[in-house]
């Protein structure tokens, strides 16, 4: 007897499990990239049903903005590069202080993570609050020690210096966390070693803690600098990008193209433009990943 | 359980859950109000609770932030999403959403109301598209014990003199706070503006988008008018010290906060906010606020001048017939309402738009004489806003370059205000 062709009750039955998920991901994640996609060739706007197709014309009009090329693309990258650097360095730090034993040491550990509970709309709510200008407890320190009170947020570089601090705050105890954990897995004999043949304190770290903590710290940065990219909520809730547009961030730029502005098809191919980039950027970082994970063994 | 067993289980379940809220629906009506928490859209909410209640309909008031209001809604309408039945919707929002809004010309209450508040905002294809529930008309609040209604500067140069006396003697620590970011222009930037003789686009005062296109879209943002605004705030920040600093930066709440604080002597806001600001709750000027007209630049081509806008309900165009005819029925009987439309009045200071109910207002309140007095009797009454679909983008434009102008340096105001109106009217002209 020919063996029938097709799906067996088993192999149905594992259809019938997936299926949800899998419905999930074409509707909420495919669809959505879908349009989105075919959106960027038209003249799409919200308001307007008219769905021209115009080819390449909203890239065109995309990377011929000033305030793309001039604003939003050196903001990004910087909040990219500062962010990530400032993260990674305060993290260490306290991973190195929090790796010995001492009093409070689980105290400690605990309070570090902190930021970590705390969601980033909330965290940025606050740190608004503490730079008000009237009402801000940075303003009034400032007074107390006889100097004038700052208004932080109508200048590009004081108000991209908050958004920054901001989300080294949120992100240094993923940091910490993460390295502590690898601190605490490396092998003691190398470290033994070197201090019988003399060596101090940053000497040990620098030959010896930090190639082997490499393809940790490598992993931290790519995961952080592919997310740092993609920064929106503290950069809305702290300045919307103001003043005047100055500190904008590439998903801000896209957002404000299609919801505010209300052009789809611009926020559409804004987005597409981000996501070309930000692969180039993740591919890079992949290669330098395994580079040192190679470099590393 | 096999998996046959498991695989019915389930259809069935999920067959049930898809049909419960079907056979809710069948067995009373609810309508979901989409609105700002704002103090007039709570009183309005109020009332209609009141209507649903005897009407045996459940109200479902679903709030949703100023900041993404536009873009909530606008993506609602043309998803023809089922999150809302009555939507709250400001004037300047009329073109954008014209074709997706049930027309209401059927509301009777409509004919109580000036034509002025609906034309051009609330009209698309001929059809009124929004009941109006408010007036909403800015104007000047100023703390009475710190100056006499015969005190309070009628020009710039008072004004400037005025708050410099006021902080000078240690009553007050600023004596101007207004919105300036987008989207708070009006209390800074526009009002002046508009008392200094200019507008944001050609001809002056024309919000008709027929002629505006005659007119070429042409904004003017870089006019004599428009630069002698932006340097006079440049001079009370920077120069007089007359407003904060951080001026640039706020929205209406953050300068409401500094003049309920108490900071403040004066503040620019729509007549709305009388209530809060009197609410000795929320306010530490309450019971000590009075209103009067804009002070005057001096390019000004009136002796007085006030916007008149409204704010209104619509009914979204994909909402099914029977919801359509309660939401209908309940914005008639709010506006019909006396009781409702008094209340509204004195609750918030919102102008209640039915004109029948003001001209008692009138005849029995002296605080209304004189709201009205400040506002809607002066000699030239515009619209707030423009018309076109591309409102927002134009707008939000135009409030970015006054931000860049009013934070560089004084000299470059000039250029950057003309680098704000090539960009503005090439916006306006895609419309």
Not at chain 2, 198 to 208: A, I, S, Y
Not at chain 2, 222 to 239: C, G
């Amino acid at each position: 007897m020919p063996r029938r062709r097709g799906f067996g009750e088993r192999e149905r039955f594992m259809l019938a499990l997936i299926l949800p998920a899998f419905a999930i991901l074409i509707a909420f994640q495919i669809v959505p990239i879908l349009i989105g996609a075919n959106a960027s060739f038209r003249r799409w706007s919200l308001f307007n049903p008219e769905k021209a197709f115009v080819g390449l014309e909203n890239y065109a009009r995309i990377l011929g903005d000033p305030i793309f090329y001039g604003t939003v693309l050196p903001n990004t990258f910087l909040f990219m590069f500062a962010s990530v650097t400032a993260g990674l360095l305060s993290g260490l730090g306290l991973a190195l202080l929090l790796n010995r034993r001492f009093r409070g040491e689980r105290i400690a550990r605990t309070a570090v993570l902190l930021p970590l509970m705390v969601p980033p709309v909330v965290a940025a709510i606050m740190v608004t609050w503490m730079f008000n200008d009237q009402f801000g407890v940075v303003n009034a320190v400032l007074t107390a020690l006889g100097l004038e009170p700052i208004p932080w947020l109508i200048s590009r570089w004081t108000s991209l210096g908050i958004v920054i601090l901001t989300d080294v705050w949120l992100w240094t105890p993923w940091f910490t966390i993460l390295i502590l954990a690898a601190l605490q897995t490396l092998p003691a004999e190398p470290h033994e070693a070197a201090r019988i043949d003399g060596a101090g304190a940053w000497p040990l770290f620098r030959n010896i803690t930090l190639p082997l903590l490499r393809p940790v710290l490598m992993v931290c940065i790519t995961i952080r600098l592919i997310d740092a990219f993609r920064v929106f909520d503290i950069v809305w809730t702290i300045t919307k990008g103001g003043p005047a547009r100055s500190t904008e961030v590439f998903s801000i730029y896209a957002y404000k193209q299609a919801f505010v502005y209300l052009n789809f098809d611009l926020g559409s191919a804004a987005s597409l433009i981000g996501a070309g980039i930000i692969m180039v950027v993740g591919a890079v970082l992949y290669k330098a990943l395994s580079y040192a994970v190679e470099v590393s063994r | 359980m096999n998996r046959r067993r498991f695989l019915g289980l389930t259809g069935g379940t999920l067959a049930v859950g898809l049909g419960a809220p079907a056979i809710g629906r069948a067995q009373s009506m609810e309508l979901k109000i989409g609105y700002m928490p704002h103090p007039i859209h709570e009183n309005s909410i109020k009332w209609m609770k009141l209507w649903a209640a005897e009407h045996k309909v459940n109200l479902t008031p679903v709030p949703t932030s100023y900041e993404v209001y536009v873009e909530k809604m606008t993506a609602n309408l043309t998803s023809r999403g089922g999150q809302y039945d009555v939507i709250w919707h400001n004037d300047d929002w009329g073109q954008l959403w014209g074709r997706y809004l049930e027309p209401v010309d059927d509301v009777p209450a409509i004919k109580k109301m000036n034509r002025f508040l609906y034309e051009p905002p609330f009209v698309w294809e001929g059809k009124d598209t929004g009941v109006a529930f408010v007036e909403t008309i800015g104007t000047f609040f100023y703390r009475t014990d710190l100056l006499k209604e015969s005190e309070f500067p009628k020009n710039w140069d008072d004004f400037v003199k005025t708050s410099q006396r006021l902080q000078k003697d240690g009553k007050v620590k600023w004596g101007f706070a207004g919105g300036m970011k987008y989207p708070h222009g009006w209390f800074t930037f526009f009002w002046s503006l508009w008392a200094n003789g200019g507008d944001l686009m050609m001809p002056l005062h024309e919000r008709r988008n027929e002629e505006l296109a005659k007119a070429g879209w042409k904004a003017t943002i870089d006019s004599p008018e428009a630069v002698q605004a932006v340097e006079f705030w440049w001079d009370n920040i920077k120069t007089h010290k007359i407003a904060p600093p951080g001026q640039p930066g706020y929205s209406r709440d953050d300068a409401n906060a500094i003049f309920m604080a108490g900071d403040a002597a004066i503040t620019m806001a729509d007549t709305t906010l009388y209530g809060k600001f009197n609410d000795p709750k929320q306010s530490k000027v309450a019971g000590k606020i009075s209103v009067a007209s804009f002070p005057m630049g001096p390019r000004a081509k009136f002796k007085s001048i006030a916007w008149r806008d409204a704010w209104a309900w619509a009914i979204p165009i994909h909402v099914d017939s029977a919801k359509k005819k309660a939401a209908k029925d309940l914005l008639n009987w709010i506006n019909l309402n006396e009781e409702a439309q008094v209340d509204l009045w004195k609750a918030t200071g919102g102008f209640p738009p039915n004109e029948e109910v003001q001209k008692k207002l009138i005849q029995s309140d002296p605080v209304f004489r004189k709201f009205r007095a400040a506002t809607v009797e002066s000699e030239k009454i515009i619209h707030g806003a423009y018309y076109f679909p591309r409102w927002p983008e134009f707008f939000a434009t135009g409030i970015d370059h006054m931000v860049k102008a009013v934070t560089g340096p004084r000299d470059g105001i000039k250029a950057a205000l003309a680098e704000g109106s090539k960009k503005m009217s090439e916006i306006a002209a895609r419309a």
